[in-house]
């Protein structure tokens, strides 16, 4: 008995395969970038252009450390381009576009520096707890001085 279902996984698979081999993606490398400051990631597409909606993400990679950092689970490559935020302290970076469906299928930038650092303020759970720490033995030696003048 023919599994009608494990046809359709199949023929799904390869329509996927089939439609990205025909085309290919150029990332324009990024220049002059500061860390807080909003650029424009852009991107050209050659070769047939998909029909269908082809799931990638975008993403940085820091070249110290080789972490990845998603900057977009769900980009619309088609569109060629989105802003970006710079979020990453100063550092060697490249950009990458990575079929969903094929993580193996991954087009990167030329390497590009950020300069600068982001500003951030007490803003995580970490800053709270080290903040704490330094205000509460500065309140209860505080308070000590107070019962001793008392």
Do not use: C
């Not at 359709?8 to 698979?13: A, G, K, Q, R, W």
């Not at 390869?14 to 439609?19: D, F, K, L, P, W």
């Not at 002059?32 to 993400?57: C, E, K, M, R, Y």
């Not at 381009?81 to 970076?93: C, F, I, R, T």
């Amino acid at each position: 008995m023919v599994d009608y279902r494990l046809i359709f996984v199949i023929l799904i698979i390869n329509y996927y395969t089939i439609a990205e081999a025909f085309f290919s993606i150029t990332i324009y490398p990024l220049q002059n970038v500061q860390a807080d400051t909003t650029v424009q990631i852009s991107w050209t597409l050659s070769g047939t252009q998909p029909t269908q909606p082809v799931p990638f993400v975008l993403g940085i990679t820091d070249l110290k450390t080789s972490n990845d950092t998603i900057l977009d689970n769900n980009v619309d490559i088609i569109k060629g381009g989105e802003p970006w935020k710079v979020s990453v302290a100063g550092g060697n970076y490249k950009l990458f576009l990575r079929n969903l469906i094929d993580s193996s299928n991954v087009y990167y930038s030329a390497p590009f520096i950020v300069t600068g650092r982001i500003s951030k303020g007490i803003s995580t759970t970490t800053d709270l707890l080290h903040a704490n720490r330094v205000v509460i033995p500065v309140i209860v030696i505080a308070a000590t001085i107070v019962i001793i003048l008392i």
